[in-house]
């Protein structure tokens, strides 16, 4: 049994004790940690069909703790090790973190870096680890001289990881928000501009100035269209997110006549020597006091109460879930 969250057809999300069943082949069973809250686990928490896609489930869609049992099959990891698992279906297709224990697919697994206490690389989550991976991929096709790059839904989970991220690297990063309340805060993630989301997420022009050398985007909807339509002659626009719309109404103009590109950032799918490279990013280029000024602990049931906030992007910075309360 595990004391865990559990989002039910039937009944309001409650904490409460679940079976937590043997692993099988290809999985490892984890003394979980913590966890976070992400806004799929806020979808989960509200019974949203396309994250919750069973009946019932555990919610948390990171996982952090120690391998304590190993099914049969090859695996990468050993009894005793620390480790952290991003997406791989935890908290949507199988139960995810906001538990005690997690059984778990082993092979997206990655063993923690010595550097990154557990409570760190759950304040990094999904949500940083989506970042890392914008990064890497926007690395491939803009440098820091290019030009100024802007981070959108800046205030949420990933820009928090993303500006740090890009700023150590040389990057001009210019964060996009909602709240100019969070302006200096951003700036102390490294952001050297703060501009209104306001104009970004209104219907334009098919071609605009170009302005931007390249962007990190979480949002989607118009605000993903203005930005293809604003970046300069060969930079690249990364994708993770749909916060505004999943529709993307936009034109080939963009990528015909400019050479602009757009990379999709999965990562629930991501194959395990990728997901490695992410987190030897993050250990070796991610400040953890810039990280722990934007992040606070809940137990599992606070948790459960931040699941409307975080839908309606009322949450600023990083959550994590101790589970042990």
């Not at 890497?136 to 500006?163: E, K, N, Q």
Request: contains cysteine; aromatic residues 4%.
């Amino acid at each position: 049994m595990t004391r865990a969250v559990l989002v039910s057809s039937s009944s309001a999300p409650a904490v409460t004790s679940v079976d937590v069943a043997d692993p099988g082949e290809g999985e490892a069973l984890v003394d979980v940690s913590y966890s976070s809250v992400n806004y799929k686990d806020g979808l989960a928490l509200a019974g949203d069909p396309g994250v919750a896609r069973i009946d019932p489930l555990v919610p948390g869609i990171d996982v952090v703790g120690t391998v304590s049992a190993l099914g049969p099959g090859v695996h990468d990891v050993a009894i005793g090790d620390h480790v952290v698992l991003n997406g791989a279906g935890a908290g949507e297709t199988r139960h995810g973190g906001w538990a005690t224990r997690a059984v778990v697919p082993s092979a997206s697994l990655v063993v923690l870096p010595d550097s990154v206490p557990e409570d760190f690389a759950a304040a990094i989550g999904t949500a940083g680890f989506t970042a890392a991976l914008s990064v890497l991929a926007l690395a491939r096709f803009v440098d820091p001289s290019d030009g100024p790059v802007l981070v959108t839904g800046s205030s949420g989970g990933v820009g928090s990881v993303a500006i740090p991220l890009l700023a150590g690297r040389g990057y001009r990063v210019t964060a996009s928000t909602g709240r100019p309340g969070n302006a200096e805060s951003l700036r102390a993630l490294g952001a050297t501009d703060v501009v209104d989301r306001g104009p970004l997420g209104e219907r334009g022009k098919p071609m605009q100035k170009a302005v931007w050398a390249g962007a990190v985007d979480s949002v989607g909807g118009a605000t993903l269209a203005n930005l293809l339509a604003s970046t300069r002659w060969g930079g690249a626009v990364t994708a993770c997110g749909l916060a505004q719309d999943v529709q993307l109404q936009t034109t080939v103009l963009p990528f015909i006549l400019r050479g602009v590109s757009l990379l999709g950032i999965n990562s629930v799918d991501a194959p395990a020597a990728l997901r490695r490279g992410a987190w030897n990013l993050l250990a070796a280029e991610l400040d953890p006091t810039l990280l722990a000024s934007v992040t606070r602990t809940v137990g599992l049931s606070e948790a459960i109460a931040l699941g409307p906030s975080i839908v309606a992007g009322q949450v600023h910075g990083r959550t994590i879930v101790d589970t042990s309360y």
